[in-house]
C-alpha cells in the first residue's frame, strides 16, 4: 500500500503541471519541428519550471521558435538550424527527444529502427560532448532499442549516469487510465494504473489489479483492455491512415513526464510515475532496462520500486513481455557495438 501522501504526489504527477516551481530549467527539445515536437514546444512553454526552451531539428526549428516564442509566459525560446546542435544543447539540464520517423499503418515499432537508431545515437552522442550532466527523456521509437542506444552511447564517452537515462512511456500510462476509466466510469485522473515492461505491444504490461477501478476484471473485458492498452496506438496510426502516429496525446504525455522529472530536480519529494530505465528488476533474468514506477529526485532516478502484487493474467503478460524485451534491448545495445 502507498502511503497517503505518496498517493496524493503520484496523483500531482498526472495533471500537466504543478505549479509550485521553484527552480527553473534550461530544456532542449531535438525534434521539435515534428509532429510531436511542436506541441511538445508549446507545452513546456507553458510549464513554470522551464526558464529557457531551445528548440533543434533538422528542419523547421527557427519557425516554431519564433511562433512558440510570443505565448505570454516567462521562458526565453530560441530555435536553432541543423548545423547549430552543439549551440542548442549547451547548458541544458533536460533534453527530451523526439528526432525521428513515426509508423506507417502496418509498421511495429521495430521497423523504426534502421531509420531511427543511427539519429538517436548521433543526438546522444552530441549530448554526452555538450551536455554530459544532461537527463535524457527519449521518445523516438522503439523505445525499447533506443534507450540502451543512448546509454550504450554515453557509455562509451565515459560520461554514463544511468540516472539520468529516461524511455517515455508515459503515453501508455494516460492510455490506460482513459480505457480503464471509459469502462469503470470513473475520473481517469485518479484511475492510476502502474504500466511496466517496455513500450511496445506485448512488452506492454498493465498492472489493472492493483487498483479498485481495475481488479475486478476478468474473461473477455479483461482481455480486450489489456489488448487496447498494449496497441491503443495502432487505433492511432490506423486514423491518421499514413500520416504518422500519436502526436498530439505524446506530446501531453511527454510534457507530463518533463514537468515530473524537472519537480524531481526541483527538489520535491515523492513523484513516482513510470518510466523506462536502466533497473535491477530482471538483470537476473539478463534485462537491464525495464519500466517500473521510479522515484525522480534531484539526481533524475531516486529509487525503483518493485512490481508490487500480480494477478495469475499479470504473471502471464510478464512472461510474454520478458523474451521480447531482452531481444529489443540487445539489438540497441548490438548496433552501437558494431558502429
Ligand atoms: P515526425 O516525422 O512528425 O517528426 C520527427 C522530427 O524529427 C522531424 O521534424 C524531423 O525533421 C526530425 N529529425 C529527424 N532527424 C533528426 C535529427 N538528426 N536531429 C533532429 N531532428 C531530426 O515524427 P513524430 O510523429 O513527431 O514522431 C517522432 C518519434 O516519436 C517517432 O520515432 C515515433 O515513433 C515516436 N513516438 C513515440 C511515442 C512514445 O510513446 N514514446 C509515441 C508516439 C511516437
Redesign the pocket.
Known amino acids: 500500500m502507498l502511503a497517503r501522501s505518496a498517493l496524493r504526489n503520484v496523483s500531482r504527477t498526472n495533471r500537466l503541471f504543478s505549479t509550485s516551481a521553484a527552480r527553473q530549467q534550461k530544456v532542449t527539445v531535438?525534434?521539435a519541428?515534428?509532429?510531436?515536437?511542436q506541441p511538445l514546444s508549446l507545452l513546456l512553454k507553458l510549464d513554470p519550471y522551464v526558464t529557457s526552451l531551445s528548440l533543434?531539428?533538422?528542419?523547421?526549428a527557427p519557425g516554431v521558435a519564433a511562433d512558440v516564442s510570443h505565448v505570454d509566459t516567462g521562458s526565453v525560446v530560441t530555435g536553432y538550424p541543423a548545423d547549430k546542435l552543439d549551440e542548442a544543447l549547451e547548458g541544458t539540464k533536460v533534453v527530451v527527444i523526439?528526432?525521428?520517423?513515426?509508423?506507417k499503418p502496418g509498421m511495429t515499432?521495430d521497423d523504426?529502427f534502421n531509420t531511427?537508431a543511427s539519429?538517436v545515437r548521433?543526438?546522444a552522442a552530441a549530448v554526452g560532448r555538450v551536455a554530459p550532466d544532461a537527463h535524457i527523456l527519449v521518445?523516438?521509437?522503439p523505445?525499447n532499442s533506443t534507450v540502451p542506444i543512448v546509454s550504450e552511447v554515453l557509455q562509451k564517452a565515459g560520461v554514463y549516469d544511468p540516472r539520468r537515462v529516461f524511455?517515455?512511456?508515459t503515453?501508455?500510462v494516460v492510455r490506460a487510465a482513459r480505457f480503464l476509466a471509459e469502462i469503470a466510469d470513473s475520473n481517469p485522473q485518479e484511475t492510476i494504473v502502474p504500466v511496466v515492461g517496455g513500450?511496445s505491444g506485448p512488452t506492454i504490461v498493465p498492472l489493472l489489479s492493483q487498483l479498485e477501478q481495475g481488479k475486478g476484471l476478468a474473461g473477455e473485458g479483461y482481455d480486450k483492455l489489456v489488448h487496447r492498452i498494449q496497441f491503443g496506438?495502432d487505433e492511432v496510426v490506423k486514423a491518421k491512415d499514413g500520416a504518422?502516429?500519436?502526436?498530439l496525446s505524446?506530446a501531453y504525455?511527454g510534457a507530463r513526464f518533463a514537468n515530473a522529472v524537472l519537480r524531481g530536480l526541483a527538489g520535491e519529494k515523492g513523484i513516482v510515475t513510470p518510466t523506462f530505465v536502466k533497473s535491477p528488476l530482471f538483470e537476473d533474468k539478463g534485462i537491464e532496462y525495464f519500466s517500473s514506477n521510479v522515484e525522480l529526485g534531484v539526481n533524475g532516478v531516486e529509487k525503483i520500486h518493485p512490481l508490487g502484487p500480480l494477478s495469475a493474467s499479470e504473471e502471464k503478460l510478464l512472461e510474454a513481455c520478458l523474451p521480447e524485451l531482452k531481444k529489443n534491448i540487445e539489438k540497441g545495445k548490438a548496433f552501437v557495438s558494431q558502429s
Open positions: 531535438l525534434g519541428g515534428g509532429g510531436i515536437g533543434y531539428d533538422i528542419r523547421g523526439p528526432a525521428g520517423v513515426p509508423r515499432r523504426l531511427n539519429i548521433d543526438l521518445i523516438s521509437n523505445v524511455g517515455v512511456t503515453l501508455d513500450h496506438g504518422g502516429s500519436a502526436t505524446m504525455a
